[in-house]
């Protein structure tokens, strides 16, 4: 079963950027639907951006425009690329790695946005 440590989070001002990375371990991700979800305190957790196995990716309407999913298959990590941040985007945002029904989560990182 893969292991997934995020990295990257912190406290940012509004309209800036920040880089998340997801690394794995125990298991290749190139075999895997790789996804970063988000939850804000009092809120259901929600799907930001999904990488499945090939070069398609999915967004949340909220996000589109802004923030960039990729994966580097090579270094096995995830990145999520946060630009144009806004207080609504503040959250623990989690690495989701899920292959065949089943899903792995990492611990998640704390992204604030605020001035």
């Known amino acids: 079963q893969v292991q997934l440590v995020e990295s990257g989070g912190g406290l940012v001002q509004p309209g800036g950027s920040l880089r998340l990375s997801c690394a794995a371990s125990?298991?290749?991700?190139?075999?895997?639907?790789m996804a970063w979800y988000r939850q804000a305190s009092g809120n259901e957790r929600e799907l930001v951006a999904r990488i499945p196995s090939g070069r398609s990716t999915n967004y949340a309407d909220s996000v589109k425009g802004r923030f960039t999913i990729s994966r580097d298959n090579a270094k096995n990590t995830v990145y999520l690329q946060m630009n144009n941040l806004k207080p609504e985007d503040t959250a623990v945002y989690y690495c989701?790695?899920?292959?065949?029904?089943?899903?792995?989560w990492g611990q998640g990182t704390q992204v604030t946005v605020s001035s």
């Open positions: 989701y790695a899920e292959r065949h029904s089943l899903g792995s």
């Open positions: 125990g298991s290749i991700i190139s075999i895997y639907a």
